[in-house]
């Protein structure tokens, strides 16, 4: 999967925080084992993507490879951008808070991401 993001506009240092806040209780709960916590940390588009032939998304979340730790945190708008030493995460902020929208992310050549999850 490709996934890219559009950037329009600047955040608070507060955004920045809880985006990568979200990031980091997601790779925690995929590191810890705890897919069904992971899970719900997806935006609904992600999660209703994962779904797979696999099963729900705790079958399905490849959570054994969603490691590491936020490095750095962009905002833009509505939309954030966490890289950690593993790969990049890209999340959108809803009523309820950020949710993880791709992860797993690494550049690619023939598009500007592939990711494990999402995209």
């Known amino acids: 999967m490709a996934f ?3 950037t329009a506009g600047c955040a608070s240092q507060s955004e920045r925080g809880d ?3 979200a990031a980091t209780r997601f790779l925690q709960a995929a ?3 705890d897919a069904e ?3 719900a ?3 609904p588009r ?9 099963g729900p998304c705790p079958a399905a979340l490849p959570a054994e490879e969603l ?3 936020v490095t750095r945190t962009d905002t833009w708008s509505d939309w954030a951008k966490v890289d950690t ?11 309820s808070g950020w949710l993880v929208s791709a992860a797993g992310c690494r550049p690619d050549e023939d598009a500007p991401y592939h990711c494990l999850v999402g995209g």
């Open 46 to 54: 992600t999660l209703d993507d994962i779904v797979t032939e696999d």
């Open 85 to 95: 030493e593993a790969g990049t995460l890209f999340l959108a902020r809803f009523e």
């Open 41 to 43: 940390l997806l935006t």
């Open 31 to 33: 590191q810890d084992g």
């Open 19 to 21: 985006a990568a806040d």
């Open 67 to 69: 490691t590491g730790s």
């Open 4 to 6: 890219a993001i559009a």
């Open 37 to 39: 916590t992971a899970c």
